[in-house]
């Protein structure tokens, strides 16, 4: 009766044995499958977003240079830039240069050089164009992973024009004595 017993005792352990093979390989294949997944969102979102920052940089300093005659398509070092007046006779050019979208902040006629700016984003190309309009700046650019993204901005100082109010002027014989 004892091996009976041992043997009905050993298949019971066997068989807790198995099922908990089963448990723990089914919990790493979950586990893994959620890990990949996490890898591929985040890289994903990191592709996406290299691209859509440097727009937004890009769009946000033209809003905040937004004033009459402030913003314009120049060269600085011979590469295109958005050239947006600081005051005083600064300006801020933001280019893409060596392979980085570049911001840098100088005296105009100050005879400084493109590598001069300090890196914002790393990119692969940047182009823009400023409409016959000149309302709209057109921005494209290609981040390190390929992505493009494109943009206009529009320049809505030069819409929003206000006239200046006149005075009216007083004629020789409608004042009071």
């Known amino acids: 009766m004892s091996k009976a017993k041992s043997r009905k005792h050993n ?10 093979l089963i448990f723990t390989f089914s919990a790493v294949s979950v586990l893994l499958m959620a890990v990949n997944s996490y890898r591929s969102v985040v890289s994903a979102n990191e592709s996406n977003a290299s691209a859509r920052t440097a727009i937004a940089y890009i769009r946000e300093a033209v809003r905040q240079h937004d004033n009459e005659g402030a913003v314009d398509i120049s060269q600085i070092d011979g590469t295109d830039c958005i050239r947006m007046a600081e005051g005083e006779g600064f300006y801020l050019y933001v280019y893409e240069y060596d392979g980085y979208l570049m911001a840098l902040e100088a005296k105009d006629g100050s005879g400084v050089t493109a590598d001069f700016g300090d890196k914002i984003l790393k ?5 823009f164009e400023k409409a ?7 921005v ?7 992505e493009k993204e494109q943009v206009s901005i529009g320049i809505k100082s030069s819409i929003n024009k ?16």
Not at 11 to 20: G, Y
Not at 123 to 127: E, G, K, P, Q, V
Not at 164 to 175: S, V
């Open 11 to 20: 298949i019971d352990i066997m068989f807790l044995m198995i099922l908990f």
């Open 123 to 127: 990119i692969n190309s940047m182009d």
């Open 132 to 138: 016959s309009d000149s309302n709209t700046i057109y």
């Open 140 to 146: 494209n650019i290609e981040d390190e992973n390929g």
């Open 162 to 177: 206000t006239p200046a109010i006149e005075e009216p002027q007083e004629k020789e014989g409608d004042h009071e004595e």
